[in-house]
T-cell receptor, first 113, second 113 residues
Framework: NAGVTQTPKFQVLKTGQSMTLQCAQD?????MSWYRQDPGMGLRLIHY???????DQGEVPNGYNVSRSTTEDFPLRLLSAAPSQTSVYFC????????????FGDGTRLSIL | RKEVEQDPGPFNVPEGATVAFNCTYS??????FFWYRQDCRKEPKLLMS???SGNEDGRFTAQLNRASQYISLLIRDSKLSDSATYLC??????????????FGKGTKLTVNP
């Protein structure tokens, strides 16, 4: 019962580097989302997907790309890391239907120097 | 008015106390509501969904007032293990799924021995 798996759990990058945060779910959920959580800001939606091949922007998409080639995977790419992207990143998935809660991964703690 | 607003606290209560958290939301068309719990440096986890008629799960009671756009969470007989941050979560979509949940910033609760 893995649920939502995020890798890596911790990462330190230098400004300008690129990297991909991985997210995989084994619950056959249609919907997947990426959030960032900063102190005093709460969770903010970066990008989301309602199914394979479909992605859309959330509240804070700048500096990030996503793709959804399979139902299971939803990677988040930082194109050119900036210190403002230092944050905790959570991936979540949910079944179709408005009353379904989201299930979260453990998070990735990312520091940009 | 922010989409979802919560009193940030912190709330410090003794074991056995009853504590209530409130949350307001701005989108009157929002259709589903949740309370999540987040422990320090962990992922958010669903505590309970909130139904129009109000619902109870053991020591926890959630209520929704659509007319006032207000959600509440009541915790009775507080335990040390209830110490966490409680997130009010709203699905603003009038159709579709839960891919764009809006999270409040959370209310921090500390239960003291």
């Amino acid at each position: 019962n893995a649920g939502v798996t995020q890798t890596p759990k911790f990462q330190v990058l230098k400004t300008g580097q690129s990297m991909t945060l991985q997210c995989a779910q084994d619950m056959n959920h249609e919907y997947m989302s990426w959030y960032r959580q900063d102190p005093g800001m709460g969770l903010r939606l970066i990008h989301y997907s309602v199914g394979a091949g479909i992605t859309d922007q959330g509240e804070v998409p700048n500096g990030y790309n996503v793709s959804r080639s399979t139902t299971e995977d939803f990677p988040l790419r930082l194109l050119s890391a900036a210190p403002s992207q230092t944050s905790v990143y959570f991936c979540a998935s949910t079944q179709a239907g408005s009353n379904q809660p989201q299930h979260f991964g453990d998070g990735t703690r990312l520091s940009i120097l | 008015r922010k989409e979802v607003e919560q009193d940030p606290g912190p709330f410090n209560v003794p074991e056995g106390a009853t504590v209530a958290f409130n949350c307001t939301y701005s989108n009157s068309a929002s259709q589903s509501f949740f309370w999540y719990r987040q422990d320090c440096r962990k992922e958010p986890k669903l505590l309970m969904s909130v139904y129009s008629s109000g619902n109870e799960d053991g020591r926890f009671t959630a209520q929704l007032n659509r007319a006032s756009q207000y959600i509440s969470l009541l915790i009775r007989d507080s335990k040390l293990s209830d110490s966490a941050t409680y997130l009010c979560v709203v699905n603003p979509l009038t159709q579709g799924g839960s891919e764009k949940l809006v999270f409040g910033k959370g209310t921090k609760l500390t239960v003291n021995p």
